[in-house]
Structure formats: C-alpha cells, structure tokens
C-alpha cells in the first residue's frame, strides 16, 4: 500500500464488496430494510439501473458521459501511441460506478448525514487525483 494507486485499487475492492454483500443481503430479504435502498430488483429490465443504481434517468446520462468520454480516450490513446489514457479510462469508470453503488447505500434512510458523505467524497477525489496522476508519472 506504498502508492495512491494501490490504496485506490483496494478501496475500489471494498467498495465493490460492500455493494454486492448488501445486494445479497437484500434479496434474501432476512431483514427487513427501511424503504429501498437503492438496490433494483432482480426483474428489473434495465441493466443500467442495476449497475449504477442510479434511476429517473440518471442512468441514461452515466452512460453518455462514459460513453463519450471512452471514445475521447480512445482517441488520446490513438495519437499518443500509448495505452494508458485506456487504463485511465477504465480506472476512472470502475472507481466512481463503485462510489455511486456505495453512496447510494449508504444514504437509506438518513442514517449517514450527507456531511459525512461529503467528507468522504472529497477525500476520495484526492486520492483519486494521486492515483491518476502515479498512473501516468508511472509510479503506480
């Protein structure tokens, strides 16, 4: 855990997780959970929805923005030669899908105040920073 990158990795881990064993717990429905808690159905059409756990359109729109930021890196990546604005990319998408799941878990019920989430939100955009920036220095 001696880089940014590394401790990015592994908080993209826990937070994934995180995410699933909540997931899981839900759908065995053992306890009961006040409202829902951003967790789709299992019927649910619509794979964005269940990805992301963003809904009323939300999703629609996580999907344009990593869309076309995916073809701006393809493109950086096609004239400088080189494959990290690639890696960048997937880093980026994976990270903060992993931060939308866990911060929609995390606001059921008003238990966490949104101060809270903020701090920590603010936290992981600067090691998120690091981490991106030890990725194309190469020190990640």
Known sequence: MNTFF????FLILAMLMFSLSVTF???LGIFPMPGNPGIEDVNDENILTRIT???GGMEGVWLL???ISGFGFIMLALLTQSMVPIGLYLFGAVFWTAYI???SIL???GFIPGDFLLLFTVGLVFIFI???IGMLTGSG
Do not use: M, P, S
Not at 6 to 9: A, F, I, L, N, S
């Open 53 to 55: 756990r963003l809904k």
């Open 25 to 27: 717990i839900y759908n």
């Open 65 to 67: 923005f990593t869309t």
């Open 6 to 9: 590394r401790v990015c990795v």
């Open 107 to 109: 606001n059921v019920g």
């Open 130 to 132: 690091a981490a991106v």
């Open 101 to 103: 799941n866990v911060a």
